[in-house]
C-alpha cells in the first residue's frame, strides 16, 4: 500500500517563499506521475503542476515563473518550490501519485500567504 506524507507549508509573507516535500512509500510502479494540488475555502481543487517519473512537467498558468516541481526518483520524493508567493496562493495543498489503475491522496498541508 503506498502512502504520501506531505510537509514544508507554514505562513509566510507576500513575495516570500516555501517549498513543500511529499515522501512516498510502499510498492511503486516505475513509472507514475506525481502532482501538486491545492485547494481554498469554497474553490474547487485545482492542480497546480505534476511532473512524470521521466521529468516532464506541466503547471497550472497562476504559477508559472514562480513555482518548480521536482522529484528524486532514487528517493520517491516530489518537491514544490514556490517563490513570490501571493495571497491567492493560500490554499491546502496536496499531493498525489498516480499510475494506470491506481492513485493515492496525502493528507495536504497548509499554506497561508499573509502580512
Known amino acids: 500500500q503506498v502512502q504520501l506524507v506531505e510537509s514544508g507549508g507554514g505562513l509566510v509573507q507576500p513575495g516570500g517563499s516555501l517549498r513543500l516535500s511529499c515522501a512516498a512509500s510502499?510498492?511503486?510502479?516505475?513509472?507514475?506521475?506525481m502532482g501538486w494540488y491545492r485547494q481554498a475555502p469554497g474553490m474547487q481543487r485545482e492542480l497546480v503542476a505534476s511532473?512524470?517519473?521521466?521529468?516532464?512537467?506541466n503547471y497550472v498558468d497562476s504559477v508559472k515563473g514562480r513555482f518548480t516541481i521536482s522529484r528524486d526518483n532514487a528517493k520517491n520524493t516530489m518537491y514544490l518550490q514556490m517563490n513570490n508567493l501571493k495571497p491567492e496562493d493560500t490554499a491546502v495543498y496536496v499531493c498525489k501519485i498516480a499510475w494506470i489503475g491506481y492513485n493515492v491522496w496525502g493528507q495536504g498541508t497548509q499554506v497561508t500567504v499573509s502580512s
Open positions: 511532473i512524470t517519473t521521466d521529468g516532464s512537467t
Open positions: 510502499g510498492s511503486i510502479f516505475s513509472f507514475n506521475v
